[in-house]
């Protein structure tokens, strides 16, 4: 549910979807092929409203979207070998926005991304900066502002401010070193929970 109180659905296969409530129908953006202000892929597995009302999409194998729902306009940012900043990874699982007002990106198989507002570049922290695992599924923060990051081999809690990456594994209680996507969340007292393979966890 955006702050406007419109519910978006992020479907597999069927693209972005919006439901109208007073007209009770859904409106849908598919890829077709026809405009290139379309959305980039049909395999939805996030969406998320930022500070400044944009939706942003997460595709599956078909990039980042930056919906503008006055102009019905996308922006699509994609993974490009040749440009170290731009999208670490096609498939995005998971986006978050801090305090700062700073997106952070979860993507499967290229770490974690930051984006720049101003210019539009991507950094990327990935297994070599310390992450135990490129595939992330979810980003939760806690009062610190530290970002927790369940991944495909353990739990990560990365400091934005100071870059550093503490890892735990199954040694430190996880229910297995694999979580899932879309298995994550904060409860209202500040609780984290992330789910996986074998459980949920939470602390």
Not at 133 to 143: C, E, F, Q, R
Not at 179 to 194: E, M, P, S, T, V
Request: net charge neutral.
């Amino acid at each position: 549910e955006d702050s406007k109180g419109r519910l978006w659905f992020g479907t597999g296969g069927g693209g972005l979807n919006m439901f109208v409530e007073k007209d009770n129908r859904f409106i849908r953006y598919v890829r077709t092929g026809s405009s290139k202000n379309e959305i980039s892929g049909n395999y939805i597995r996030t969406v998320y409203e930022d500070s400044k009302n944009n939706i942003w999409i997460g595709t599956w194998g078909a990039g980042l979207n930056k919906f503008n729902i006055q102009t019905k306009t996308f922006i699509v940012y994609k993974s490009d070998p040749n440009n170290s900043n731009s999208l670490s990874h096609n498939t995005v699982m998971s986006i978050y926005e801090d305090s700062q007002e700073i997106l952070w990106i979860a993507t499967s198989g290229g770490g974690l991304n930051s984006v720049n507002s101003l210019t539009e570049t991507f950094k990327h922290i990935t297994l070599s900066d310390g992450l135990p695992n490129n595939v992330i599924y979810g980003i939760l923060p806690d009062k610190s502002g530290n970002l927790w990051l369940s991944t495909n081999f353990g739990l990560a809690c990365y400091n934005p401010e100071t870059n550093i990456v503490r890892n735990y594994d199954e040694r430190d209680g996880l229910q297995s070193n694999e979580f899932n996507q879309g298995a994550f969340c904060k409860g209202i007292d500040g609780r984290l929970y992330f789910g996986g393979v074998s459980g949920f966890n939470s602390f």
